[in-house]
Structures are given as C-alpha cells and as structure tokens.
Nanobody, 124 residues
Framework: QVQLVESGGGSVQAGGSLTLSCTVS????????LGWFRQAPGKEREGVAC?????????ADSVKGRFTISQEKDAVKNTVYLQMNSLKPEDTAMYYC????????????????WGQGTQVTVSS
C-alpha cells in the first residue's frame, strides 16, 4: 500500500516562501514517480511539478522560475520537496502530493495514490 505523508503549507503574504514535503516509505518507494498538484476552489486539479523515478522533473509554466521540486531517495524512503518562492495570491490552493509507478508526465489522471492535501494561502 502506498501511503503519502505530507507536511508544510500555511499562510504567507505575497512574495513569501513556503516548502512542502511528501514522504513515501517502504521498499516500493524508490520505484515511484512523485508529483505536486493543486486545486483552487472552482478550478480543476492541475499539475505543479513532478519528478519521475529516474529523477527527471517537470513543472508548470506558471511556476517556472519560482517553484523548485527536489527529491531525496534511499532504499526505503522517497521524499519530494516543493520549494515555493515569490508566492502570488493566484498560487492559493489545496496542494496535493501524488505518486504512481511508471509515470512520465505531470497529468493528474495518471496518478492513483494521493495524499490528503495541504492548504497554501497567499494574501496580497
């Protein structure tokens, strides 16, 4: 069973920074692709940044230059971080960590394992 443990999030003013983290434990963890997605009220869930099991990363155009995804992985734990800088009010959303096997994209429909989400609120 794939269980994702998220942390981070919170409320900041525009221009501020936050870091999200998501950890999967167990012998299968190293085989997983991991990603961050977000969903604002009334909007569809969108991919923010993802990293596949080879370490290749991708990010949405809206966050390029501001958000950075990184990863720490060993034999039994896989942790992905999302460093968010220069936050804007439009970044306000529920942020979800997701995982799956053999995923090479940042499309939400390709991910079957999801965390509970963490709220990010950016005030102007």
């Amino acid at each position: 069973q794939v269980q994702l443990v998220e942390s981070g999030g919170g409320s900041v003013q525009a221009g501020g920074s936050l870091t999200l983290s998501c950890t999967v434990s167990g012998y299968i963890a190293k085989y997983l692709a991991l990603g961050w997605f977000r969903q604002a009220p009334g909007k569809e869930r969108e991919g923010v940044a993802c990293i596949d099991n080879s370490g290749r990363s991708s990010s949405a155009d809206s966050v390029k230059g501001r958000f950075t995804i990184s990863q720490e992985k060993d034999a039994v734990k896989n942790t992905v971080y999302l460093q968010m800088n220069s936050l804007k009010p439009e970044d306000t959303a529920m942020y979800y960590c997701a995982a799956d096997f053999r995923v090479g994209s940042c499309n939400a429909y390709e991910y079957n394992y999801w965390g509970q989400g963490t709220q990010v609120t950016v005030s102007s």
